[in-house]
């Protein structure tokens, strides 16, 4: 069964501080992999996208790792901010599927303090 | 930049009535989609949409859903007689193309509670 996993489940950091999420899948066979922000109310925000051949990718002060070889990625963020604050959500899709390959993590909730 | 939008942002209703979703994709965007999130839990895939017809649908979207681009602008999700369980954030997004690369932008959700 596909399965993403994510960790951990929640997060509390202080402003400045960096900080690395955990996503592991059983996807297969293997097409992407999406990080996505979202905010608390509000739909998810695309982070990045990576495929098989792409092992990082960044988007400002997000980094995103991929190991296509131990199914892991994680999301690096650098000099966290307030805003920062929101759940992130892994979300694999596997290959031949349409929308309804996407399989989606739980997400971590992620909470800055001042 | 251009957004996707949903109304209303909650909607309230009571068990077994109808309600009906609304959705503004992006405006040169060709698939749309559904989506659902009970609250504490993951965002599931309900259906996908394109060329005024549906190309996926997951066993969540029974019977009871269906979908529907009444203009050229509006992509609406109906619930026939709705049940506790389907209270939920339901999220719109659309995409340029159909590809498994392609980046969906999603909608800021409508919250459905049901009484």
């Known amino acids: 069964k596909n399965q993403v996993e994510q960790s951990p489940q929640s997060l509390i950091i202080l402003e400045g501080k960096n900080c690395t999420l955990q996503?592991?899948?059983?996807?297969?066979?293997?097409?992407?992999l999406r990080w996505y922000k979202q905010d608390t109310g509000r739909g998810p925000v695309s982070l990045t996208i990576?495929?098989?051949?792409?092992n990082t990718k960044s988007n400002g002060r997000y980094t995103a790792t991929l190991d296509a070889d131990t199914k892991q990625s994680s999301l690096h963020i650098t000099a966290s901010q307030l805003s920062d604050s929101a759940s992130y959500i892994c979300v694999v899709m596997y290959s031949g599927g349409g929308a309804d390959g996407l399989t989606f993590g739980k997400g971590t909730h992620l909470i800055i303090q001042p | 930049e251009p957004e996707v939008t949903q109304t209303p942002s909650h909607q309230v209703t009571q068990m077994g009535q109808e309600v009906i979703l609304r959705c503004v994709p992006i405006s040169n965007h060709l698939y749309f989609y559904w989506y659902r999130q009970i609250l504490g839990q993951k965002v599931e895939f309900l259906v996908s949409f394109y060329n005024n017809e549906i190309s996926e649908k997951s066993e969540i979207f029974d019977d009871q859903f269906s979908v529907e681009r009444p203009d050229g602008s509006n992509f609406t999700l109906k619930i026939r007689s709705t049940k506790l369980e389907d209270s939920a954030m339901y999220f719109c997004?659309?995409?340029?193309?159909?590809?498994?690369?392609?980046?969906?932008?999603f909608g800021p959700g409508t919250r459905l509670t049901v009484l």
């Open positions: 997004a659309s995409s340029a193309a159909g590809s498994s690369y392609n980046e969906q932008f």
């Open positions: 990576m495929t098989f051949s792409e």
């Open positions: 996503c592991n899948y059983t996807v297969s066979p293997f097409s992407n």
